[in-house]
């Protein structure tokens, strides 16, 4: 099988590869629902971190606890770790973010019954010196709660590893990334959304090889691809969990060359520094990493990023994907969207669930859309 | 040159012939359970009228949630991108137009060229559509050719709080046997339309003037609840309904064959 293929499966069922690992080695998994989560710190402490995108089942249970305009992640999550879907998991951590994320992690530890549970409380206004002590600390926290609920020792040398890994890893993406935009014809859309999920829930010592091939793959074919009248779209939100997406704004005649998402740009964006104190460096690369809207950064920071993004990638048009009842991303759609309005940057907003809006629907929207940009 | 648009809604089918940009002739028909079949009758049925062949058609443009069900197209343009052309046809000064069909409901902002500059739909939900006021009507026994006639006549419109069609079906059966009159009642169910469609259009950010088309253009109390609620007037062609097929004949003009 091929690298990007392994990618793909491994992408396709998630859960599968989770069982799998648990029936074959000694690493614990632990769970995780946002790019704030130091998976630094698991990976040094031998665990995998492995993100939750909720459900492709129809969701009832987690409905006992939630209101029905919580978001579909968070439902759709609990709903698998009360069926049972989740119990290869140790266990499983909370940052904090949005408010949906600090309830859910209340609700999980009182009823996923998993041996584990961790909430790592991050402060939300990053630009201060407190903000930056505190981040230090909480996550200073967080190692030594890890090493007591796993029963291990997580050692300077340890962090160093893992922050070089993670280091690698992102930079891969990077890569693979640009080389997507630049040859569109050469890696499908669909194809960056599988190898983006794969990379959040894989070994990171077995990813950090297998990206290296792809990547050493993609550059020997490179360079030849003939360049597509398509328009070239940016999507920017929370979380993608639909790999159909990419499909359809294909058959209208666009295509997603980049992102703003906590599943693609915003994961793998910014350096952890190698030397010096390992979990100062860490918390370091939060600070400065582009913030989701559950951070603050500056009253502009998100608005300017979009439009230094739709600059430096030639985009046509930026398409908002966020889930349906995300309050933060909600907050700040009409900012973003007349940053975008004053740039004379066409913008189209999808709010989705687990489950796409009737696809007709759907490719009326994208078609028009893509008959607006220029 | 003569061309034809062809538009098939969820509840009609519309046809539209041109020839070099004067309506020839437009017709329309129940879709029903067969788009596809709908497609070619609508347009069928139309030449027959205008005493004209198929072969006279030189490009056809299908649009429509059922486009791709017409197979004879040259063709398929969105609805959305349609109703602008349209709209700036029979009247080059809208800049906005409020498309409510059957099935969704559109708010589309257009350029000094009839061009899309940004648009809006409304999510699978019926609240807002003409389906919504299918079903108010059928709940009053009301005669929806006569529902905007009716809500002229209301001096006190009934509050309908529901956005939801089902509920707000449920609430319109409560009023009527809290014995809330007919026209009130009435009143309120456009009321509540014009405030999920306002609502839609203030997203996109209205531009004057305004034109709606669509179905739903047709029942002068939808119009003007939504006068009220957006603050301004809105033109209404005769036209309104077979807009979105005027504007794919339109479009057609413009294929290189």
């Known amino acids: ?374 | 040159m003569i061309t034809a648009g062809i538009d098939v809604g969820s509840i009609t089918a519309k046809a539209a012939v041109l020839d070099a940009a004067n309506i020839v002739g437009t017709k329309i028909i129940s879709t029903g359970y067969d788009a596809k079949k709908a497609g070619r009758s609508v347009l069928d049925q139309l030449l027959e009228t205008l005493d004209m062949a198929a072969q006279d058609i030189q490009a056809l443009v299908a649009t429509g949630y059922g486009r791709n069900t017409v197979d004879f197209a040259d063709k398929t343009i969105t609805e959305i991108t349609c109703h602008g052309a349209g709209a700036h046809f029979l009247n080059p000064d809208i800049r906005f137009i409020i498309d409510v069909g059957g099935q969704d409901s559109k708010v589309i902002r257009i350029n000094e060229a009839g061009k899309v500059m940004d648009f809006a739909m409304n999510d699978k939900c019926a609240a807002g559509t003409g389906r919504f006021l299918e079903v108010m009507a059928r709940a009053l026994e009301a005669d929806l050719d006569q529902f905007g006639d009716i809500f002229l006549k209301a001096e006190n419109p009934a509050k309908i709080s529901s956005v939801c069609t089902v509920f707000a079906e449920s609430e319109v059966i409560s009023l009527i046997a809290k014995g809330e009159s007919r026209e009130n009642i009435i009143a309120g169910i456009h009321e509540s339309v014009a405030a999920r469609i306002s609502a839609l259009a203030k997203r996109v950010g209205v531009a004057e003037p305004v034109m709606m088309t669509g179905g739903v253009a047709k029942n002068i109390g939808a119009v003007k609840a939504l006068e009220d609620k957006l603050e301004t007037s809105i033109r209404v062609s005769e036209f309104a309904q077979v807009n979105g097929a005027i504007g794919a004949a339109l479009l057609a003009e413009r294929l290189n064959r």
């Open chain 1, 1 to 374: 099988m091929d690298t990007l293929e392994n990618l793909r499966a491994v992408a396709q069922d998630p859960y599968g590869y989770a069982r799998n690992i648990q029936a074959t080695e000694s690493k614990p998994i632990l769970g995780y629902f946002c790019s704030y989560t130091p998976e630094e710190i698991i990976t040094a402490a031998g665990a995998i971190p492995f993100r939750l995108f909720g459900t492709r089942e129809d969701i009832s249970r987690a409905d006992a606890h939630l209101q029905s305009y919580c978001c579909s992640l968070v439902r759709g999550g609990l709903e698998d770790a009360l069926t049972g879907r989740l119990n290869f998991l140790k266990g499983a951590v909370f940052p904090h973010t949005c408010d949906s994320i600090q309830r859910l992690s209340d609700i999980w530890r009182l009823n996923a019954g998993m041996a584990l549970h961790f909430d790592a409380v991050l402060p939300v206004k990053l630009t201060t010196e407190s903000a930056r002590n505190y981040m230090i600390a909480v996550l200073n926290d967080f190692r030594s709660e890890l090493e007591q609920g796993l029963g291990v020792t997580i050692s300077d040398e340890a962090l160093y590893k893992a922050n070089h890994t993670c280091n690698r890893i992102r930079e891969l993406l990077g890569h693979i990334y640009a080389f997507r935009s630049q040859n569109p014809s050469q890696l499908k859309g669909s194809d960056i959304y599988y190898i983006m999920k794969a990379a959040m829930v894989m070994d990171r010592e077995v990813l950090v090889e297998q990206l290296a091939h792809l990547w050493a793959d993609l550059r020997e074919k490179g360079g030849e691809a003939p360049p597509t009248d398509r328009k070239r779209v940016l999507l920017s939100g929370g979380i993608c969990t639909l790999p159909d997406i990419y499909t359809l704004i294909e058959d209208a005649g666009g295509e997603v060359v980049w992102d703003d998402l906590c599943t693609g740009t915003r994961y793998f964006e910014g350096e952890v520094r190698e030397t010096g104190d390992p979990v100062e460096a860490i918390a370091e690369r939060y600070l400065s990493r582009m913030v989701c809207p559950a951070k603050h950064k500056g009253m502009s920071v998100r608005g300017e990023h979009l439009s230094r993004l739709v600059r430096e990638q030639q985009i046509g048009g930026v398409i908002f994907l966020f889930l349906k009842f995300c309050e933060p991303h909600g907050f700040d759609y009409p900012y973003l969207k007349a940053c975008m309005d004053r740039a004379g940057v066409p913008t189209l907003l999808l709010e989705v669930e687990e489950q796409l809006p009737a696809e007709g629907q759907l490719r009326t929207r994208f078609e028009t859309f893509i008959d607006m940009l220029e």
